[in-house]
Structure formats: C-alpha cells, structure tokens
C-alpha cells in the first residue's frame, strides 16, 4: 500500500491479522475473538481444504500445483482470501490468520485491499519465546490403540506414558519432536518476523505477551484492538 497509516474512504469494516508461531495460542486466540467481536475466523489452511473439498475452480487451480508438491502461487491464495471476505459474514470484517506469511504476501494483500479501499486495520503479534514453543509443541503424545492425544504440560496421563483408556504406551509422531519441532521453528519464524517489521513500519502492530494465561492473553488482545478502533 502507498499510504498504510491513513485510513482508506469508503470502507467500514475492520480486517485484523493475529500473528503467532505454532505453539503460540493463536488459533485459540482467535476462536475467542471470533466468537466475542461476531467476526469470523479466516484461516488460510482452511481455505485451501474447504476449496479443495468443493472442487471450486480455485480449489482445483491450488490442487494442481499441490499434487505437483509445488506452493500454492500468491495471487491464487490472495484470490482465496478476497473470495472469503466477499461473503456475506464478513461483511463488518474479518480476522485472518495464516497469512500473510512472508513480506512479499503482506506487500500483495495490501495492494489488493487497497485497491477497494482497505487495510489491514490491526495487527496483532503474540510473542512466546522458541524454547517455550518448542516444549509446547513437542509436550504432545497420542495413544496409538484409541488416538487420545495427551499433553505433558496441560493435559498429562494419570499414569506417566500411558493411556487413561486401556494403558497403552503413548507415543509421538516424528513431527512433535523436539528437534524436528526445533527446526521447523528455525524456517518459520524469520518470515513471521519480516511481516511483523512490515506492519510496524505502519504503526499498525501490538505485540502481546503469549506466555501469559489464556484469558491475559485474550484481554491484552482486546484493549489492543479497542485502542485500533479508537484511532482509525
């Protein structure tokens, strides 16, 4: 966008973007809001499988680059987006979250949603440090007779590696380890960064504490969008 920090003519609604690392609490985060603020929760991974599941042209579009292990290209997933925030429950706006990814999606979405008036209105970053991320992520087991999945942190087994249901011995997927965990983190947050610097060269960016309690967390969260509100 040429000008982010002037609120655009002609558009009411408000388009907030929760930025988080996995592990971060922020789909949690943004069930709450959705259900407090009557927005709905706009997240890329689930347009791409509602898309895929009802074979609409730019769910087959993002299936032939997928079943050829290529990324879905930018404009086809912004496309999405745009498609989602044209309908009717989305109309006072939306809360998007899983993308943008990288500066180059921000720099595209803003040039879409300028170009009918509109912004990124907020955003919002919930900050946990790596190591913290990494111990929640790979705190997961599951039990591989009945699929209960047991947190070590949160949700522990009464007996320690074992199932509550039938005593099972609990294991954890390759993804949930801790040097794997490690790693995927190591990729996915520069670029979460680099967006972050994106929108706070516009003024738009709260960062809030995510090792806070849940209900901390969400209040943080709505003075910083009461604040957003204020100033647009």
Not at 20 to 26: D, E, H, L, P, W
Not at 113 to 142: K, N, T
Not at 179 to 190: D, F, G, L, N, Y
Request: with cysteine; aromatic share 4%; proline share 6%.
């Amino acid at each position: 966008m040429t000008d982010s920090g002037a609120a655009p003519a002609g558009t009411g609604r408000e388009i907030i973007l929760l930025v988080g690392a996995v592990g971060a609490g922020k789909g949690t985060q943004a069930a709450i809001l959705s259900a407090e603020l009557g927005l709905p929760h706009v997240a890329s991974g689930n347009l791409f499988r509602e898309a895929l599941r009802d074979g609409t042209p730019l769910g087959e579009d993002a299936r032939e680059y997928m079943q050829r292990g290529e990324l879905v290209p930018d404009d086809l997933t912004i496309q999405m987006v745009m498609e989602r925030l044209a309908r009717p429950d989305a109309v006072a706006g939306a809360i998007l979250d899983g993308f943008p990814r990288t500066v180059r999606q921000a720099e595209a979405l803003d040039e879409t949603l300028a170009a009918q008036g509109e912004r990124i209105d907020r955003v919002v970053f919930i900050e946990v440090p790596m190591d913290v991320l990494v111990r929640r992520v790979s705190g997961r087991w599951i039990c591989p007779t009945c699929g209960t999945t047991y947190h070590l942190g949160t949700d522990p087994p009464r007996l320690a590696g074992r199932c509550d249901n039938d005593g099972t011995e609990l294991v954890q997927r390759d993804d949930d380890r801790p040097e794997v965990v490690s790693a995927r983190m190591a990729k996915q947050i520069p670029p979460m960064d680099a967006v972050i610097d994106h929108y706070e060269a516009a003024g738009i960016v709260t960062r809030v504490d995510g090792q806070r309690p849940i209900a901390e967390v969400t209040a943080a969260i709505r003075e910083a969008l009461g604040q957003g509100a204020a100033s647009r």
